[in-house]
């Protein structure tokens, strides 16, 4: 199965300031890169994804970039507000499907009024 | 709502006491997981079925813990005689298996687990 690194583990940003989010990955063939946010208490739901053929993918204030090469992807979000504060979880699908999918370990992301 | 549905919500129960959650995914979806989370850490896989074949089973699990999806739709997951350690969110969720694009989870809200 895949192996998935996530880091850092906590990030408190001032509002208004950009927070990154990274992840490494061990299967060389995976090509699909989720994004989940959890809020306390609720469940993960997806916030963006990026497949293998392309570098980025933006969607207002929250992007991901994925270097194949290098084995990793990252979520960034610009701009942040107090809303953003939540844990983020990111996932590497192995290729073909036929394997279970397992998930970071989270970043807690707090957002500083 | 067409999302992935878990039942119940919440659930207490006394140590040593059996316990089982059921899931319905999203339909026609054809993949089911269950995992675990505990406060403070991600989900942490339990097991999956793609339709009614259970595919995979963590090392971790314990025998108390079974799993069903026996007409590879809803699925259940039984506790047999409850720990204290088994306090926590079980979490299901289903996905479409596409090979090539990808492979999107969807959660269900969760079955909060409190042994006392």
């Known amino acids: 199965g895949e192996n998935v690194e996530q880091h850092p583990s906590t990030l408190s940003v001032q509002e208004g300031d950009s927070a990154v989010i990274k992840c490494t990955y061990s299967?060389?063939?995976?090509?699909?890169f989720p994004w989940y946010k959890q809020e306390l208490g609720k469940r993960p739901q997806l916030i963006i994804d990026i497949r293998s053929n392309v570098g980025e993918k933006k969607d207002q204030r929250i992007a991901v970039t994925l270097n194949k090469t290098a084995k990793h992807f990252s979520l960034h979000i610009t701009e942040t507000q107090p809303e953003d504060s939540a844990v983020y979880f990111c996932a590497a699908p192995p290729a073909g499907g036929y394997q279970k999918v397992t998930f970071g370990i989270g970043t807690k992301l707090q957002v500083i009024p | 709502d067409t999302g992935v549905s878990q039942n119940p919500r919440h659930k207490i129960t006394k140590r040593g006491q059996n316990v089982t959650f059921r899931c319905d995914p999203i339909s026609e979806h054809n993949r089911l997981y269950w995992y675990r989370q505990t406060l403070g850490q991600g989900p942490e896989f339990l097991t999956y079925f793609q339709n009614e074949a259970q595919l995979e089973k963590s090392r971790l699990l314990s025998d108390r813990f079974s799993a069903e999806r026996p007409k590879g739709s809803f699925s259940t997951l039984e506790i047999q005689r409850t720990e204290q350690g088994d306090s926590a969110m079980y979490l299901c969720?289903?996905?479409?298996?596409?090979?090539?694009?990808?492979?999107?989870?969807?959660f269900g809200e969760g079955s909060w687990l409190t042994v006392v």
């Open positions: 299967d060389s063939a995976s090509n699909y």
């Open positions: 969720a289903s996905s479409s298996i596409q090979l090539t694009s990808g492979n999107t989870i969807y």
